[in-house]
């Protein structure tokens, strides 16, 4: 369900960015925080089945996922928090904080070319 509900998300995002560059999206990358768990194929599924039939069918979609970070409370440094071995990776102590989640983001959407456009019609 949750990967359902953040296609959609990122299907209408596309969307409306496509609608302003008057181009066919190919790909789109998002990101996404450590703790959102979300399934890639569930989301590249439930994405595919959203853009059938739509301008975005056929689109690429490539998540990232981010890590973990947290911040030392001893010399107040951010860094990735490895789950194997959870401690500042400046100072070693054990002593941190979890940030909060990076949302998951849109971070780029490559359209098609002008070049590409000349054998396809729209
Ligand atoms: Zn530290």
Redesign the pocket.
């Known amino acids: 369900m949750h990967e359902t509900m953040l296609a959609q998300n990122i299907a209408a995002a596309i969307r409306s960015e496509a609608d302003k560059q008057e181009g066919r999206p190919l790909t789109a990358k998002i990101s996404c925080g450590f703790l959102s768990a979300v399934n890639d194929e569930l989301l590249q599924e439930a994405f595919g089945f959203i853009c059938k039939g739509t301008s975005l069918e056929g689109m690429k979609l490539y998540i990232e996922h981010r890590p973990m970070r947290g911040v ?1 409370k ?2 107040s ?1 951010e860094f990735n928090v490895e789950l194997s071995n959870p401690k ?1 990776a ?2 070693g ?1 054990e002593d941190f904080e979890l940030l909060p989640e990076t949302p998951t983001i849109l971070e780029e959407i490559e359209f098609e070319t002008a070049k590409n456009n000349e054998n396809k019609s729209r």
């Open positions: 030392c001893k010399c440094k500042c400046f100072c102590s």
